[in-house]
């Protein structure tokens, strides 16, 4: 524990200007960030007696060793740079909201050429009109199906577009009139533009002109005696108010605004957010956060608001947002929102009305979710503690494993073998921290040497963060031990083995390269931003999939690198015993613990992670072909080859002059690509193993 006084600035040294503030831990990771309108006022606060401090924050600054700050010129620029940081450093000690789903949208993709209807997931992209979220996407398809008899729009794939269009025949919404089916040209790209576009005002609140539009169609077919016409239209205005029956008018002048409220206890917080759109409640969505800071109900709307436009722009933000508390700094605020939608945003608390009572409503409906979220805590609380305490009981753990860190293997046959590591804290998932390794010291397959190798980079890595950030001393002691916390005693020749290691680790590590996203990477040469690292906590205990075998390996592997501080097991798939190093015999848990039930889902999660893995590198290998080879020969051009010819097989039947007859392709280029299939030898046929049916190659040069 930090002494807050060895490392409080000077009075002097702390500017009274706005900016945005860090606290970093020993190792300098930052812990928490904080703005203010001046900051040597803010800062002060943090370094009165202990005593007069709120617990939380307490905590905080006796856990940091450092601040900084950053000057900014206004409020506005100091609330924005507060989020950026927030989000790149995911400090520990700020409010940060869970949410327990991802959100359906209702999307339509205004940025291809025959705009689709679709429900929509996690980021957004650019060129693509989101309405909602939604609680389910039941309650979206059943919404645009409705909608379809009035507005066709395409909601088929790019595969089934593209299927249709190859043979000219339209899907059955095609046939049943819920689909203009641009695919086979019956309505050319503008005309299907302009329905995509009635059906986002549609869904955007101008409900009243198609409806009339509607109607006025229908009593002029009348008076002409298209009675079935009449009929159809009929209909399709009936359809319409259905679709407007599912979301109620809550306020009647048609107000574009979210409503934010905000439950609370003394130690857990719930966010409840209502979209209004058009006067209609068009969305739902809700947050849970542990108060890790000492926050009020104004602190919460503003972390909420950061955390809900942090990333919108436009017409995302809506020209009104009411909450049950205002900011600490409104103003500052409101300009931020307004800065992101680009026109004034009214932020207010309501007061009277039918805005105040839609707000009741949202603060009922937080109050719910809090006392659900607390009432799944408690029993999923108590449930991983006993998990963890039973674990550390059977292994003979002086304290419970709150981190632990499972690897599995896999691979077919010997092939694309690589290897998991998820990680698992206080009994939850954590997967930022999971990362994928290809096995690289060998070929073929060896479960046992591949979990060797992958234990052993892993570690090194570890090792490499803590020479790295100092926390071990690599001067050799002249007598005695060595020095806290060097993992090993002193060699014979008076050096510590864990220098000795972290010379070696320096020597490979210069060897290494990063192999894809998830692989370790090279961090020497980076700054020390506060950024979490790679590798850089260790676990409690190490879960390795597999047997005695398996976990011999893992511990031998920890050995060779100076760690005893680390515990391993197996997890065995055959009667799901537990392994232990330099053990005869399994450890049995019951069948009904919950610690048993802890180490297989750790295990099924690993096995999860690995073979994904794997099956995306075979699949990347079986999709190759020759023209992956040829130099200067992007995905455009291979493309337009394939296309050309049709498929792989006749492209490698064409001549160099046919090649050159493709667009793009010249001389030089044509003569690479009959060079690259002439060099490749010709692959073997695949075959279908349940028909036994040769497998044709397939316009990527893949097999289908």
């Known amino acids: 524990m930090a002494d807050p006084s060895s490392y409080r600035p000077k009075p002097g040294q702390i500017p009274d200007s706005p900016g945005v503030y860090k606290f970093r831990d020993e190792h300098r990771r930052v812990i928490y960030v904080g703005k203010a309108k001046n900051l040597r006022q803010r800062l002060a606060n943090y370094f009165q007696d202990l005593a007069g401090l709120h617990p939380r924050t307490r905590t905080m600054v006796t856990t940091a060793a450092s601040v900084e700050w950053t000057v900014v010129s206004t409020e506005v620029e100091a609330l924005q740079l507060e989020y950026s940081w ?39 992209k650019k060129g693509v009109r989101y309405f909602g979220p939604y609680g389910h996407a039941w309650a979206i398809r059943e919404t645009v199906d409705l909608m379809l008899r009035v507005f066709p729009v395409r909601t088929c794939s790019a595969g089934v577009f593209k299927n249709a269009e190859r043979t000219g025949r339209p899907c059955l919404l095609g046939y049943i009139g819920k689909c203009s089916a641009p695919c086979v040209g019956r309505v050319t790209p503008e005309e299907h533009r302009d329905l995509a576009e009635d059906f986002c005002d549609f869904m955007a609140g101008r409900t009243g002109t198609y409806i009339r539009r509607l109607e006025k169609d229908m009593m002029q077919a009348a008076e002409e005696m298209e009675y079935e016409r009449a009929a159809r239209l009929r209909d399709d205005a009936e359809a319409l108010r259905r679709a407007m029956e599912k979301s109620a008018v809550v306020l009647a002048d048609a107000t574009d605004a979210d409503l934010i409220a905000v439950a609370e206890d003394e130690l857990e917080a719930a966010v409840q957010i209502f979209h209004v759109r058009g006067g209609r409640v068009r969305g739902q969505r809700g947050w849970v956060t542990d108060k890790v800071e000492a926050v009020d109900t104004a602190g919460l709307v503003e972390h909420a608001l950061q955390q809900l436009y942090g990333e919108e722009s436009g017409d995302s933000v809506p020209k009104e947002v009411l909450v049950p508390a205002l900011p600490e700094d409104p103003e500052a605020v409101s300009q931020w929102l307004a800065d992101r939608r680009g026109s004034q945003v009214s932020l207010r608390i309501p007061q009277r009305g039918d805005k105040k009572d839609l707000m009741i409503t949202v603060q009922r409906n937080a109050q719910q979710a809090l006392g659900l979220h607390k009432t799944k805590r408690a029993s999923d609380l108590t449930t991983r503690s006993r998990a963890l305490e039973e674990i550390a009981e059977a292994l003979g753990l002086d304290t419970a494993p709150l981190r632990v860190e499972c690897f599995d293997i896999s691979h077919l046959q010997g092939d694309d073998v690589v290897a998991s590591m998820v990680v698992f804290e206080d009994g939850l998932a954590r997967k930022s921290e999971y990362r994928r390794f290809q096995i690289k010291g060998f070929e073929g397959q060896d479960d046992v040497r591949s979990m060797h190798e992958v234990i052993g980079r892993r570690f090194k890595r570890y090792l490499q963060e803590k020479e790295r950030t100092g926390e071990w001393d690599e001067t050799p002691a002249p007598t005695g031990p060595v020095p806290a916390p060097a993992p090993a005693a002193p060699e014979a020749g008076g050096e510590p083995a864990a220098a000795v290691a972290a010379t070696a680790l320096r020597e490979e590590s210069r060897e290494e390269t990063r192999e894809d996203s998830h692989e370790e990477t090279r961090e020497e040469s980076r700054e020390d931003d506060g950024r979490p690292k790679r590798f850089a906590y260790p676990p409690q205990l190490v879960v390795v999939d597999g047997g005695q075998p398996q976990v011999a390996a893992a511990k031998r592997a920890l050995d060779e690198l100076g760690i005893d501080d680390i515990a391993v097991c197996g997890l065995a798939k055959r009667l799901e015993e537990v392994w232990l190093p330099d053990d005869d015999d399994p450890v049995v848990l019951p069948r009904s613990s919950e610690g048993l039930y802890l180490l297989q889902r750790i295990r099924d999660e690993a096995h999860r992670f690995a073979i994904t893995y794997q099956r995306a590198k075979r699949a990347k290998r079986i999709r190759s072909s020759p023209l992956d080879d040829v130099p200067g020969l992007g995905e455009t051009r291979k493309q337009a080859l394939i296309k050309h ?58 097999r289908t």
């Open 86 to 124: 927030i989000k790149e450093f995911d400090p520990r000690f700020n409010v940060k909201y869970r949410d327990d789903k991802s959100y359906p949208y209702l999307a339509v993709t205004l940025n291809e050429e025959f705009p689709r209807v679709q429900v929509m997931r996690g980021a957004k």
């Open 645 to 702: 010819f049709g498929s792989v097989k006749k492209l490698r039947q064409a001549t160099i002059d046919e090649i050159c007859e493709v667009p793009g392709i010249g001389r030089r280029t044509a003569e690479s690509v009959a060079a690259a299939f002439a060099a490749a030898a010709p692959a073997a046929p695949a075959v279908n193993t349940a028909t036994g049916e040769i497998i044709e190659e397939d316009d990527g040069g893949s």
